[in-house]
């Protein structure tokens, strides 16, 4: 058992989760903690499936019973507060409070032996990454309410939430004609015989991937050879990740292909390409793990890592002698060294060659590159209200969207695509948005809104990467609110000598910006939402203290003037524990609303 469980242990920590718990038979483990990734419940999944996969091929030793020890795993997504407990000096272990582990662990008594199963709260999270079985609706011990179950087979093959859409019919391409002119500009001198590179960098979901979907749909009549790889958020430790990607895509290999058969694919592509590269095929074979001759295994380390980039660059070379050809990698903000020393390799020779490198990036990753003249980069903006408004119609094919819901969708969206996609795809869900015979509206009067899963990743993993002062400055002006003056943030804080260098800092990540300096200095968030998931990473007990703290900050502040702030004072004060406060701030907006004849805010 201390052998699985180690195994174990090695599997999970390769996809970053951490172990809360030893049992006797078995583990707790969470992901998401201290680092929140946008594609935690994958992570869990991923290693569950590897777990099982390893408990079936473990010898037995040193054992007189040869009993096969089975394994079941169940993966649950949901709240949890969590957090080193501090007894007398000493460090214990990890704590986790919350009922999530606990339905993780009553779907055990749902899985078969060697089986993954998840609930409906992991699966609308992984929902086309993976095959499924439906296990149909459970009622858990210690749970009233029933859940969907699935048991997952294995991946689906679909490497991210983009891929997932394409499957299901993506929303009309909206606000984009200008960025699509660009690449098709630079594909004409490509195949004029002007290499190019292009960077498209953005926002996680503004359509960087969009962007290159449609590309391709444009030129794909041409003659060309398109090859893609991908970078992944836990591929940075995994040498040559995309490069796998780019030679698998271009001698047709799958990965259930036997070694025969990749060998095979392989030496047939390398005659169809040039047949003096024969010498090539080695580094080909090691780069995809597949036993190679003597003569590579006896390279002095440096000399087989130049060697293996001169080959990887004069495949591409000779390949785009054939034809033109388009490299695209996406996510350089995770690509591990070996490949960006490879892409670094290459584009030294792309500028007389028949080679379009389209790379995307999020803000923050430094290209070497960035200087060379071949090279420009693409900054999708995010979209105009109006933009976002025929975006919303297309999604629900209506042109009868009631003003209040096109309102609401473009307040929270901030103008990001995939926002938008997925605001109206969690209110369909939950029934915020009903379809009448006037059209699509607001079913009921919601004061809050839920972010939905997979947004709140994106922005928590954001969140989570920054330096621990950092962060907690942003969570206390997340506090105040969508904006929020210098003054005040400093009062709650209590820190006043950094804290200007940490506003600064969040504005160089563009994640707050500066609104005014006169008459005091106010900030804003950058995305709304942002401002909602740094709320929410608080604890409600800290939330409501910071509350109470404002109000009596505020009142102190704008003594003089506290009429002008009663419905502000309110807010604050209904947040906190601090009740007679909130009824009488309440009670004179009231009144005040009632002076206006606004009688309904009254």
Request: charged share 30%; aromatic share 8%.
């Amino acid at each position: 058992m201390r052998t699985h469980l180690d195994v174990s242990s090695k599997l999970v920590s390769r996809f970053e989760g951490r172990i809360a718990r030893y049992f006797d038979d078995g583990l707790l483990v969470y992901f998401g903690y201290p680092s929140a990734h946008e594609d935690d419940a994958k992570r869990a999944v991923c290693a569950g499936l590897e777990i099982v996969d390893a408990f079936g091929q473990l010898p037995l030793e040193n054992t007189q019973v040869q009993l096969p020890l089975q394994v079941r795993v169940g993966i649950h997504t949901g709240l949890m507060v969590i957090g080193e407990m501090k007894v007398k000096d000493t460090r214990e272990p990890i704590e986790i409070v919350g009922g999530t582990p606990n339905i993780a662990a009553r779907l055990l008594s749902v899985a078969e032996p060697y089986t993954v199963v998840i609930s409906s709260a992991t699966y609308r999270l992984v929902e086309g990454l993976f095959e499924y079985h439906y296990l149909g609706l459970h009622t858990l011990k210690g749970f009233s309410t029933p859940l969907d179950v699935y048991r997952v087979l294995h991946e689906s093959g679909v490497r991210s939430r983009f891929d997932v859409s394409i499957t299901k019919g993506l929303t009309p391409l909206v606000g984009r004609e200008k960025e699509v002119e660009l690449l098709l500009e630079c594909w004409e001198q490509v195949k004029e015989g002007a290499g190019q590179v292009v960077t498209i960098i953005g926002d996680a979901g503004i359509g960087k991937s969009r962007l290159l979907y449609e590309f391709r749909k444009l030129i794909e009549d041409e003659k060309i050879l398109y090859l893609e790889g991908r970078c992944i958020s836990y591929g940075k430790s995994i040498s040559y990740l995309p490069v796998t990607d780019i030679i698998k895509k271009r001698f047709r290999i799958d990965n259930l292909d036997t070694e025969r058969t990749i060998r095979k694919n392989i030496e047939k592509g390398i005659r169809d390409i040039d047949p003096n590269l024969e010498g090539s095929i080695p580094f080909l074979y090691d780069i995809l793990s597949i036993e190679t001759d003597a003569l590579l295994k006896s390279l002095d380390l440096r000399d087989k890592r130049k060697r293996t980039l001169e080959t990887l660059k004069n495949i591409i070379l000779a390949d785009s002698n054939l034809r033109p050809l388009v490299v695209a990698v996406e996510n350089l903000h995770w690509i591990d060294g070996a490949s960006e020393e490879f892409l670094t390799f290459l584009i030294d020779n792309i500028p007389s060659s028949k080679i379009m490198l389209i790379l995307t990036s999020r803000p923050g990753y430094r290209a070497k590159w960035s200087e060379k003249s071949y090279h420009i980069q693409i900054a999708p903006s995010r979209l105009s209200d109006k933009e976002v408004e025929e975006m919303i119609k297309s999604i629900l094919d209506s042109e009868r969207v009631t003003g209040e819901l096109i309102k609401l969708v473009t307040n929270k969206a901030d103008g990001i695509p995939f926002y938008v996609e997925e605001i109206i795809k969690s209110f369909i869900e939950s029934e915020i948005i009903v379809r009448r015979e006037d059209g699509y509206s607001i079913s009921k009067s919601i004061a809050e809104v839920d972010v939905p899963d997979t947004i709140q990743d994106i922005i928590m993993a954001r969140i989570d990467r920054l330096e621990e002062n950092l962060k907690r400055t942003l969570q206390y002006a997340s506090v105040i609110g969508r904006e929020f003056s210098y003054k005040l943030l400093k009062e709650i804080i209590e820190i006043e000598e950094e804290l200007q260098d940490y506003l600064t800092q969040l504005k160089g990540l563009e994640l707050i910006y500066e609104k005014s300096l006169f008459p005091d200095l106010e900030y804003r968030f950058k995305h709304s939402l942002t401002q909602e998931v740094a709320y929410n990473s608080l604890l409600i007990k800290r939330r409501k203290e910071l509350h109470g703290k404002i109000g009596e900050i505020l009142e102190d502040l704008y003594g003089d003037k506290l009429e002008e702030n009663y419905e502000l004072l309110a807010y604050h004060y209904r947040r906190s524990t601090r009740d007679e406060k909130a009824v009488d701030y309440l009670t004179l907006a009231g009144d005040k609303s009632a002076k206006i004849y606004s009688t309904e805010d009254a």
